[in-house]
């Protein structure tokens, strides 16, 4: 039997972060169009003040779920040795309701708006079982890093 765990994908594969900048957790499902991704707050996390999530680590987390819409292009083999730099390039909208705090487990959805070649513009919301936490409209740039 086939557990919830199973099902999870390793956001390493998509973004090129690691920490103490990564962000993400796992991408719970992706698609070219959307994506969805899980995030638990820890007290080691640089963007954590005070036993809060900080607005900075919301809007880099929102950042990062997004990117791996486009970064899925780049890393579609997670064996290739892959380089990709990007740029948030326009914030759009930034709207924080609430921050969580450490021990909690966040919940993103981003859509894509928008794409031209390795430019998108992407909307995204972060939950905390149903409360909204932040909401985003971000354009993102990535490039594959030539060697």
Not at 82 to 101: D, M, S
Not at 118 to 138: S, W, Y
Request: proline share 3%; charged share 20%.
């Amino acid at each position: 039997m086939e557990s919830k765990e199973d099902n999870l994908i390793n956001i390493h594969h998509f973004l090129p972060h690691r920490k103490p900048m990564l962000m993400a957790d796992y991408i719970l499902e992706l698609t070219p169009e959307k994506v969805v991704t899980s995030f638990k707050i820890t007290s080691d996390n640089i963007f954590v003040h005070n036993n809060e999530f900080l607005e900075a680590g919301l809007i880099e987390h929102s950042a990062q779920t997004s990117s791996s819409i486009l970064g899925q292009s780049f890393f579609a083999n997670p064996e290739s040795n892959t380089k990709v730099i990007g740029f948030i390039t326009n914030i759009k909208k930034i709207e924080i309701f609430a921050l969580p705090k450490v021990g909690d487990k966040i919940i993103s959805k981003a859509s894509l708006i928008s794409q031209y070649e390795n430019i998108c513009n992407i909307f995204c919301e972060t939950f905390l079982h149903e409360e909204l936490l932040i909401r985003t409209e971000i354009s993102l740039f990535i490039q594959e890093l030539k060697s």
